[in-house]
């Protein structure tokens, strides 16, 4: 069974603390997605990554940045979190071909409190 | 820019009953459009797609046709039961150009089915 598996399904953090989300997948998918999902907001792209060491900015990267040192990883990072960051926080993945970079595979989330 | 607009919810129905879930679109370009499905804490799984005028996606009884001339694809199905309760998401995906790894979401529609 496909999986994308994110580190922690709860977090609870400071504001001002540098916060690291994981998010492993075991497809060998080229494409990664952080998304945060916010009551009335849906879902946001943060940053994607369609390779190894590389990264570009979504819809809302401020704040945030990734690293995708190994293609099933790929690691959101908050420098110094804030309690306006707090939100589930979703991992997804997909290949590259054409027909199916479409079908995302997604993680269960994380929620992240921050006080 | 791009964007996806899903009809407010909640929607709660009855077991058995007909089920429509309006979306439209504003895309530049040609997108391909999906509709994903998030139940009770899991990830988002993709439900079903369609990338040309006129295409109808279907899947677990649902159905969504593209329709380029209102820009929409509403979700239908016929006869919904309690385990179809989740939230759904619409999503567009331009076809080209360097966003051709982007999913633009709306903001969820939350149904609930009673029995």
């Known amino acids: 069974d496909v999986k994308v598996t994110q580190s922690s399904r709860y977090l609870v953090k400071r504001t001002g603390e540098k916060v690291f989300l994981e998010c492993v997948q075991d497809?060998?998918?080229?494409?990664m997605f952080w998304y945060r999902q916010d009551p009335g907001l849906g879902l946001r792209l943060i940053y994607f990554?369609?390779?190894?060491?590389?990264?570009e900015k979504g819809d809302i990267p401020e704040g945030y940045s990734v690293s995708r040192e190994k293609k099933e990883r790929f690691s959101l990072i908050l420098e110094s979190a804030s309690t306006n960051q707090t939100s589930m926080y979703l991992c997804?993945?997909?290949?590259?071909?054409?027909?199916?970079?479409?079908?995302?595979?997604f993680g269960s989330g994380t929620q992240l409190s921050v006080l | 820019g791009n964007s996806v607009t899903q009809m407010e919810g909640p929607v709660t129905l009855s077991e058995e009953a007909f089920l429509t879930i309006n979306c439209t679109y504003t895309?530049?370009?040609?997108?391909?459009l999906f509709w994903y499905v998030q139940y009770p804490g899991e990830g988002l799984q993709l439900l079903l797609k369609a990338t040309k005028a006129d295409d109808k996606g279907s899947n677990k009884g649902f159905e969504a046709t593209y329709r380029k001339e209102t820009t929409s694809f509403h979700l239908e199905k016929g006869s919904v039961q309690v385990s179809d309760s989740a939230v759904y998401f619409c999503a567009l995906k331009l076809s080209s150009g360097g966003s051709n790894y982007k999913l633009t979401f709306g903001k969820g529609t939350l149904l609930t089915v009673n029995p």
């Open positions: 997804a993945s997909s290949g590259r071909r054409s027909g199916i970079r479409e079908k995302l595979f």
């Open positions: 497809m060998d998918h080229e494409n």
């Open positions: 895309a530049t370009g040609y997108p391909s």
């Open positions: 990554s369609y390779d190894v060491k590389m990264k």
